[in-house]
């Protein structure tokens, strides 16, 4: 297929721009660093504060079971941060100085160049955050994570990735619409934020927005309760389904928005 | 730099600074219901407190009505002591535009300060909901019961804006030197949502976590004025902690001004 | 009105090398490099003038008009605006200058240019009358009408331009530094913003330094020169001057009645164009009437005309002289 393997290189190609980028600025090697490791500890301030009276906590959540979820919530942020938000804000950029007709006048897919057009590289700290606090919440459980859990871990977090990044290309489309939307990246990063915690802490009508409409549940609790070993396989099914229904959806908006784009001129 | 001039300008300063804000109600809109920690901690600390009270330390019961009280006056007094003049010196810094302002015989922060005071009043219009579901839930009755602390009130929301403005001008005129200064930015957020008790009320901290957050300023910044509205506090202690914050706020000021006029000296030895 | 003595601007930069490796180099250790920006100029402004500062890009002519403003300061050299050290950017010297950049915007961009009006009127403490008044006058000069009640963002540039004019007028700046005040513009903005820079310069006695890429800007606002290169002034005049200077031959255009070759053409002269009927000479300024004479004797001409050499051409044969200089001088040592 030649088709694929030109997106391959492509995607090669524009992994080191971003990555000559990144060499660039030279502090953000140090600082992104330090940065990720100290935004965590402090995620993780509110949990200690909980759990530092025994009697208290989540229910249904032990201290190192709510710190899986953390964990889970640190990776998916550290792919949304590293990979998904730069793209966004980049395309949003585009728009606003016009220059997304460069892009559309390429010869590849529009949604892959814009989506993979920039990477904030250092953001990789994000990922060995996440492995601290997962190593740290097996330790103190004293038993390890099933393969099978495992496994099923790592495919509910490509849903997860997936959905988000579907939700970011619903955003983008948005753009097209109404110029100024550099906050919506903010709100997108706000709104993550209602995944540190299970989605248990919600109750009643909050629940089944945050499992269904904006499946964050989905995103943090499932995949620790994958590692924790207690997900049962129908929920993962149905998140897989989910996954795809959102992103066939999110693919829809966008074809329509570039549509719109091309026929109101710019 | 002299007053007089600043005063005699502030109102037309203050009218289009409205007007502006007014112009750009959407970006502020969406700004404001992205700020949903204090919603997601809420969710947290009922589902914790669902079971029993949490007890604090100093020995106050937190129960869900607390928490509610709590986490939505938090939301509405963080839309009237934030600042983002960072962000607009960082921005006019690179893109050259402040050499237009450097150009006026008017000292720059003094506009940074006014657009950002002009703003108040649409933000505290947009967190009118929150008052009225606050009142709603019954969630008023926690509000401070002792009349002489109302007064204060007004002080310790200026003290606390005149801590996150500063703040914002002192790490905004370190862009002069510094490529990155926002994430000088980042790490006072990430600081300031841990002790200013955005996340957890200072008062459920463990002693050790407490003393450290009555050294730095986070906690007068946002904290103070909250507690001050939901009367925990005695007169004596709340006057204790107004003079901390004012103290608090003036340091702030000097050194963002020192730091403003270092950057000016650098910004005219290079060029923008 | 302005005096520039031995002004010198030097900035140090590091290199930032291209390719992965350099870049990564780069992370650990910088090598920098001076950059002569400005490198010892001298001239003087009289009240009332109107300068053409020309040069160049990347000659210094910008960094030359921010430390006028007080936006730089002098790495050496003296220079006084009204009486002011520029960069000590007191009060009293602010409100007398003004410098209006055609890329750099001062208006507030989703808000009426009215709005970032009355706010200079407020900063710079204008009385209501005088400002209304002058108001009047460059709104009506300007044929601006209801554009300033309309959001900046709607305008377009050509009108965004003359309402930054505006916005830098209101306080009736006694000296005013026009940095490209025209760019973009199309040709009878052009015309527009020239009238009216010439009518300010006239009507206020403002004294005016204006660099820009358009040679017509230049002809038809500036009876003086000043020409930077590299840092340092390479000409200082009229504009008369500077052209009978760089490029002393004429040009002498004839048109002919019948088809004429070109060798009867060039035993006149250098020829620029040639076609059968008509055709460009460049010849020295005193051989003119000479040739004039001997073109009517000798081929069929049926109207003729003398002029200078286009201003474009001008600059850039300075241009391209003063760079061989460098190169030479370099060279020697």
């Known amino acids: ?266 | 730099m002299s007053l007089w001039r600043p005063l005699k300008v502030l109102p037309t300063l203050m009218r289009v600074g409205f007007a502006e804000s007014l112009a750009y109600r959407a970006e502020m809109i969406i700004w404001v219901f992205a700020t949903t920690m204090p919603f997601v901690m809420l969710a947290l600390w009922s589902a914790v407190a669902h079971a029993a009270p949490v007890a604090s330390s100093s020995g106050r019961s937190w129960g869900s009505a607390e928490f509610v009280a709590y986490f939505l006056t938090m939301f509405m007094v963080r839309q009237l002591v934030s600042a983002w003049a960072a962000w607009e010196i960082n921005f006019e810094i690179r893109q050259g535009t402040l050499a237009m302002r450097l150009l006026k015989p008017l000292h720059p922060v003094w506009s940074f300060a006014t657009s950002n005071v002009a703003a108040m009043p649409l933000r505290a219009a947009v967190s009118i909901p929150v008052l009225v579901v606050l009142f709603a839930v019954g969630a008023h009755r926690q509000l401070a019961s002792d009349w002489r602390l109302w007064p204060l009130v007004p002080f310790a929301l200026l003290g606390g804006w005149l801590i996150a403005f500063f703040a914002n001008v002192a790490i905004g005129s370190l862009a002069f030197r510094m490529e990155q200064s926002l994430k000088v930015m980042d790490v006072w957020f990430t600081c300031f949502f841990v002790f200013s008790g955005y996340l957890v009320p200072t008062d459920l901290f463990p002693p050790w976590l407490r003393a450290v957050a009555a050294y730095l300023p986070f906690r007068y910044q946002l904290g103070f004025p909250v507690e001050l509205l939901l009367g925990q506090h005695e007169l004596g202690s709340a006057l204790r902690m107004l003079a901390a914050q004012w103290a608090w706020a003036l340091g702030l000021m000097t050194v963002a001004l020192v730091l403003w006029r270092l950057g000016v000296r650098r910004f005219q030895a290079v060029g923008g | 009105m302005i005096r520039v003595r031995g002004l010198k601007k030097h900035y140090r930069v590091h290199k930032r090398p291209p390719g992965a490796a350099a870049a990564l180099k780069a992370l650990f250790r910088r090598d920098w490099q001076t950059v002569k920006a400005v490198d010892g100029i001298d001239f003087e402004l009289g009240a009332g003038e109107c300068v053409g500062f020309l040069g160049p890009n990347g000659a210094g002519k910008t960094t030359t008009l921010k430390t006028l403003a007080g936006l730089l300061h002098p790495s050496e050299g003296e220079v006084r605006v009204d009486g002011h050290e520029p960069q000590r950017r007191e009060s009293a010297f602010l409100e007398k200058i003004m410098l209006v950049m055609g890329q750099k915007q001062q208006l507030l961009w989703d808000l009426p240019p009215a709005e970032t009006f009355e706010l200079n009127r407020a900063i710079y403490d204008v009385p209501k009358d005088v400002y209304r008044r002058r108001l009047d006058e460059l709104v009506t000069l300007l044929a601006l009408g209801e554009l300033v009640n309309k959001p900046t963002r709607q305008l377009s540039l050509g009108e965004r331009m003359k309402c930054e004019l505006v916005a830098a007028l209101v306080h009736g700046p006694k000296v005013l530094f026009l940095d490209e005040p025209t760019i973009g513009l199309d040709v009878s903005m052009q015309v527009a913003m020239r009238d009216f820079i010439r009518r300010y310069n006239q009507q206020t006695g403002a004294t005016i330094l204006l660099t820009s890429h358009y040679m017509d800007d230049v002809e038809a606002l500036c009876p003086r020169v000043v020409v930077i290169d590299k840092g340092r002034l390479s000409f200082d005049g009229t504009l008369a001057s500077l052209v009978q200077q760089v490029k002393p031959e004429k040009r002498l255009t004839l048109r002919f009645a019948s088809p004429t070759t070109r060798a009867q053409v060039e035993a006149l002269g250098t020829v620029v164009k040639f076609s059968a009927a008509e055709s460009e000479l460049q010849i020295p300024a005193a051989q003119v009437s000479a040739v004039v004479a001997k073109a009517l004797g000798t081929l069929p001409v049926r109207d003729l005309n003398v002029e200078n050499a286009p201003l474009e051409e001008v600059m850039s044969e300075l241009f391209a002289r003063t760079a061989a200089d460098t190169r030479s001088t370099e060279a020697v040592r």
Not at chain 1, 23 to 29: I, P, S
Not at chain 1, 65 to 72: A, D, H, K, N, P
Not at chain 1, 185 to 195: G, H, M, R, V
């Open chain 1, 1 to 266: 297929m030649r088709g694929l393997g030109r997106y391959v290189s492509l995607f090669g190609l524009q992994l080191r721009t971003s990555g000559l980028l990144a060499a660039q600025y030279r502090w953000d090697f140090l600082i992104d660093g330090a940065l990720s490791v100290f935004s965590a500890a402090a995620a993780l301030v509110p949990l200690f504060v909980v759990y530092a009276d025994e009697r208290r906590g989540i229910p249904g959540w032990s201290f190192e079971e709510s710190l899986v979820v953390i964990g889970c919530f640190l990776l998916l942020q550290a792919i949304l941060e590293g990979a998904i938000n730069p793209g966004l804000v980049a395309v949003i950029e585009h728009i606003r100085k016009g220059t997304l007709d460069f892009v559309l006048l390429k010869p590849a897919d529009a949604q892959f160049l814009v989506s993979t057009s920039r990477f904030q590289l250092w953001r990789v700290a994000g990922l060995v955050n996440a492995s601290i606090v997962f190593t740290f919440a097996f330790t103190r459980l004293g038993r390890w994570p099933s393969a099978v859990g495992v496994l099923q871990m790592a495919v509910l977090v490509a849903a997860a990735v997936w959905i988000l990044y579907s939700l970011w290309i619903v955003i983008v489309s948005a753009a097209f619409y109404v110029v100024k939307i550099d906050n919506l990246t903010y709100l997108f990063t706000s709104l993550f934020d209602l995944a540190r915690w299970p989605v248990t802490v919600f109750r009643g009508a909050l629940r089944v927005v945050f499992t269904v409409l904006l499946p964050l549940g989905l995103m943090t609790t499932y995949p620790a309760e994958a590692l924790l070993g207690r997900l049962d396989w129908p929920t993962l099914v149905a998140s897989v389904l989910g996954a795809g229904l959102f992103a066939a959806a999110a693919r829809a908006v966008w074809l329509r928005s570039i549509r719109h784009y091309t026929s109101a001129g710019g």
